[in-house]
């Protein structure tokens, strides 16, 4: 049973064998498509449904009768309603005769449904879930979605805002409006109207200001300090943050098949990089040492799991609020993990690092004719960047000793 991403141009080169084969598609779980002794090309969905303990095989088309997808969504579709335990066929019987239960149209399963059909395979699907299932489906969750009134929105946005947290708010009104906006489109929910219209959100939390907090030295210090203290996953993992400057969601989701430590080098594929292009990032020594030092599985590849390295790691705010008590008493302000990025930026340009190198080395594309004529990679550049920022973080986390700097000072 092979496993990649389907394409029309996979499919049409699919060829019969002499005996039935599935090919699995590598975006949705348990989606593919069955090609028969003759050739037929069947689109397929391996799932546990009711009435059944172990997972079975059901078809949701031929190809190409049925568009790679319209079968992909079906997929995606029938997924959504097993997660409810229920049948998706029934389901599909009921939608057409214009039955919509009760249950189904509840913020919990709209909000579900959003996540699977729309949020999945997004750069920050993991942010956007987390959020999304603390910050409303926990207050709406089993109201009618149809119920809930422009108040409604306002009450909740400004009690996120009074935290104080007016960044979240400026975020979970995104997700409130996206997700009726969604929902309204799909016209399977008794849904017309959003209760977002007319709402501005400069009016409702206030003007949007940009984050600008940066971590001070003996923050670093602390945060260093902390990193060790709490051990693997999330120890190595806020290590390799600080040394590359690189997004959480590409370093927590890393897998060894990117990275050739012999060249010093980590290539982001497009799928984790917020530009949807393959990112080179050289690796300083630091790094490369941090990397060395990680366990290795056999049941999947992936470098920061709890799971034997078949899933990447989750748990962020557990590990977060241990390294807070960890770093508490250094602490001027509360931090975010994304402060990291804004730190190693501000901490190159301190070093004197070009803002051309420094802005490619935390993954800031070029633009414009720059983008289009200048085809140099800077990988020399950004490496020398990053040794000249692991060198200075190593002499921000690991001072000298108080008798050596003594001599130092008494030599000058």
Not at 91 to 116: I, M, P, W, Y
Not at 175 to 182: C, E, K, Q, V
Not at 240 to 246: D, P, V, Y
Request: charged residues 30%; positive net charge.
């Amino acid at each position: 049973m092979g496993k990649k991403r389907l394409t029309d141009r996979t499919l049409k080169a699919l060829k019969p064998t002499g005996s039935r084969y599935d090919v699995m598609d590598a975006d949705v779980p348990g989606f593919g498509v069955r090609v028969s002794e003759k050739g037929q090309r069947t689109f397929i969905l391996i799932a546990r449904y009711p009435g059944s303990s172990n997972p079975t095989r059901r078809a949701l088309g031929e190809y190409p009768a049925i568009s790679l997808e319209k079968a992909r969504e079906k997929a995606r579709d029938w997924r959504a309603v097993l997660r409810k335990g229920l049948d998706p066929k029934a389901q599909e019987e009921g939608f057409r005769r214009g039955e919509l239960r009760k249950h189904e149209t509840t913020f919990a399963a709209v909000a579900d449904d959003f996540l699977e059909r729309h949020v999945r395979g997004q750069r920050k699907a993991r942010d956007t879930e987390r959020e999304i299932r603390k910050e409303l489906i926990g207050p709406w969750g089993n109201r009618p979605i149809a119920s809930i009134l422009r108040e409604d929105v306002v009450t909740l946005v400004e009690a996120i805002a009074r935290r104080p947290a007016p960044y979240l708010a400026h975020i979970v009104f995104g997700h409130i409006r996206s997700l009726f906006n969604w929902a309204i489109n799909r016209g399977a929910y008794g849904l017309e109207t959003s209760p977002c219209d007319r709402l501005k959100p400069s009016a409702l939390i206030g003007p949007k200001q940009p984050r600008q907090r940066i971590l001070t030295d003996d923050e670093l210090r602390a945060l260093w300090a902390a990193s060790e203290t709490i051990g693997y996953p999330f120890g190595p993992l806020y290590r390799l943050l600080l040394l590359t400057g690189a997004r959480k969601s590409e370093v927590s989701g890393a897998r060894w098949p990117e990275f050739a430590l012999d060249k010093k080098v980590w290539l982001v594929p497009p799928e984790r990089f917020k530009s949807n292009a393959t990112h080179l990032l050289p690796l300083s020594d630091q790094a490369i040492a941090t990397l060395n030092d990680l366990p290795r599985f056999t049941k999947g590849d992936h470098l920061f799991s709890s799971t034997f390295g078949e899933k990447p790691v989750a748990g962020f705010s557990k590990a977060k609020t241990r390294l807070d008590a960890l770093m508490a008493a250094r602490l001027s302000a509360p931090w975010v993990i994304h402060d990291i990025r804004r730190t190693v930026r501000t901490k190159l340009a301190s070093l004197r690092v070009p803002d051309m190198v420094a802005e490619m080395v935390i993954g800031h594309g070029r633009k414009g004719l720059q983008r289009v004529y200048d085809q140099h990679t800077y990988e020399s550049e950004m490496r020398e960047a990053l040794e000249r920022w692991s060198n200075h973080l190593q002499s921000i986390v690991e001072p000298p000793p108080d008798n050596i700097v003594k001599l130092r000072a008494d030599q000058a």
